[in-house]
Structure formats: structure tokens, C-alpha cells
């Protein structure tokens, strides 16, 4: 049974992590794989596709050093289907992969689900399920549907949690939380990527 689960959450792993993984052309080794350092010289970086505007999806994928959070967006349909929509603009907050592959639980799991569900709460296809449902409300956490963002507004998440910055001793700060943005570099026509050193909201 626990190795059943194991090979489970390892496979949903995989799977999520792959289609990050097919855009760095470097596989993961595994869930807590390493870390990639961001590319020196992307020769991709800096050509727009196909000579028309630059939009989110086009940029997310690029900075290897967010390629854990830019995976999960491309697998939850309404977010990429946003990403990818130059008449929608967006604030995606995109923490870096560290803060992801350090956090107590995979995104996709919940306390919630354990103490409800037991060991097994991810297996089978309600499993699946109950993850792809959770990994979406992490992904919504950090997807501000507004660009740009004047700072202390609050707005609400695609999750509905209410969100603003500020400027602390020369730092961008993402509140609640005091997440500090490190890159704000992505400035694309739909809307910009910051990098975070945190995730928001993991409760
Ligand atoms: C969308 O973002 C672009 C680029 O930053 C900006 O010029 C435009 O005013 C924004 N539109 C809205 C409705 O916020």
C-alpha cells in the first residue's frame, strides 16, 4: 500500500515535472531534483516567436530558474488559456524553484485531504483528481489578474485571496507573507513575471 502510493505521487511527479522538464531540455532526475541555475545566455531570450508582440506564455518558460511554477501553469488549462490571451492582462507570481521543491508538502497535496482521506487520499482517480484541484488552487494564488499593479492595491487572486506589495528598505515585498520579488524583469504586453523568493498562501 505505501509503496502503491509512493510510485503514485512519484508518477503525478513526474508527469508535472516533465513538461517543465521538455522546455529546459534537461529531464529532472527526480521530484527534488536539482535545481537548475538560471542560463547564462538563452540565445531564445531575446527573440520574440514569430516577430509578434511577446506575451506571458512566451516568457514564463524561459527563466529556468521558475521553471517548476511555469510547468504548473501550462498543466491547468484556464491558466494557460489566460497566459496565452494578449486582451487579458496579468501579474504572475512566479516563485523561483527552490521555494517550491522546499515546501513541507508537493503543491498538489493537502493537510486537508490527509487528515480527511488518510494515507491514501491521492490514490487512484479521485486521487488524481483531488491533486489536479489542489496543484490549481496553488497555481491560482499567485496569478494577479491585473498589470500592471500600482503598489498597496489590493487585489484578489485567482484563488480569491486578497494580495498587495510594497516597497520595504529598497525591496519589493509581496503581502501577506513578506515575500520578497527578486526579478520583476518580464515586462511582456499582457503583463509581467515577478520572481519570488517564497511561495503564497501554502497553508
Ligand atoms: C495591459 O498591459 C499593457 C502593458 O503593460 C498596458 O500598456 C495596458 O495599459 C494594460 N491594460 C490594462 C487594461 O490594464
Redesign the pocket.
Same mark, same amino acid.
Given at each position: 500500500m505505501r509503496s502503491t502510493r509512493a510510485l503514485t505521487l512519484l508518477l503525478g511527479a513526474v508527469s508535472i515535472y516533465s513538461v517543465s522538464a521538455r522546455h529546459v531540455q534537461k529531464p529532472f532526475m527526480d521530484n527534488l531534483g536539482p535545481v537548475m541555475p538560471p542560463a547564462a545566455s538563452d540565445p531564445s531570450a531575446t527573440t520574440p516567436p514569430d516577430g509578434g508582440s511577446v506575451i506571458l506564455c512566451d516568457v514564463l518558460g524561459r527563466d529556468r530558474s521558475i521553471n517548476i511554477f511555469a510547468g504548473f501553469t501550462r498543466d491547468i488549462e484556464a491558466i494557460s488559456k489566460r497566459l496565452s490571451d494578449g486582451q487579458q &492582462?496579468t501579474t504572475v507570481l512566479a516563485p523561483v524553484n527552490s521555494a517550491i521543491t522546499n515546501l513541507p508538502r508537493k503543491p498538489w497535496e493537502s493537510n486537508e485531504d490527509y487528515n480527511k482521506l488518510g494515507a491514501d487520499a491521492y490514490e487512484g482517480k479521485p486521487g488524481e483528481d483531488r491533486a489536479h484541484a489542489n496543484l490549481r488552487t496553488f497555481v491560482e494564488e499567485h496569478i494577479v489578474p491585473?498589470?500592471?499593479w500600482p503598489e498597496g492595491a489590493k487585489l484578489k487572486t485567482l484563488a480569491g485571496t486578497e494580495v498587495w506589495w510594497e516597497m520595504k528598505d529598497g525591496k519589493k515585498i509581496v503581502q501577506p507573507g513578506n515575500i520578497e520579488v527578486t526579478s520583476t524583469a518580464s515586462?511582456v504586453? &499582457?503583463?509581467q513575471v515577478w520572481i519570488m523568493k517564497g511561495a503564497r498562501n501554502y497553508a
Open positions: &492582462n491585473e498589470s500592471p515586462k504586453a &499582457n503583463g
